[in-house]
């Protein structure tokens, strides 16, 4: 079953590079064991042609693997290529997105957080 996390999309609405029929799949959720205050959370993440993720942080670090070969174009105007199974990792705090999907195809990845409970599983950044 498909389920959208809701408090990641009100956040990222307010922006007009997710609403660019970016889609976060969640996959799942779970509390990391032997913490009350922590859980790891798994998406689909799937970036049509065009679309750009905005730059953003989050409550905790996230894990990214890319699915499918893509072809970013950066801030600064650089292009990025990632092949299948290339993997990225951005530490809690850390500013990261900026990318438009510049391929020819839609840009997929599957991404693990693990972030404290409650809190928005995403900030835009300033």
């Known amino acids: 079953m498909k389920r959208f996390v809701l408090t990641a999309a009100a956040l990222l609405m307010a922006s007009t590079a997710w609403a660019q029929d970016i889609e976060r799949e969640e996959i799942r959720r779970a509390a ?12 689909r993440l799937t970036v049509p042609v065009g679309a750009t993720i905005p730059l953003h942080t989050h409550p905790g670090d996230e894990h990214t693997v890319v699915v499918t070969d893509a072809r970013a174009e950066a801030p600064n105007g650089n292009i990025v290529e990632f ?44």
């Not at 092949?83 to 991404?111: C, D, R, S």
């Open 32 to 43: 990391v064991p032997g913490s009350d205050t922590m859980e790891v959370v798994v998406f």
């Open 83 to 126: 092949a299948v199974g290339t993997p990225l990792y951005f530490p809690e705090g850390q500013v990261h997105g900026g990318l438009t999907n510049v391929g020819a195809a839609p840009m997929v990845a599957i991404t693990t957080f693990v972030v404290r409970k409650g809190e928005p599983l995403t900030v835009l950044a300033n």
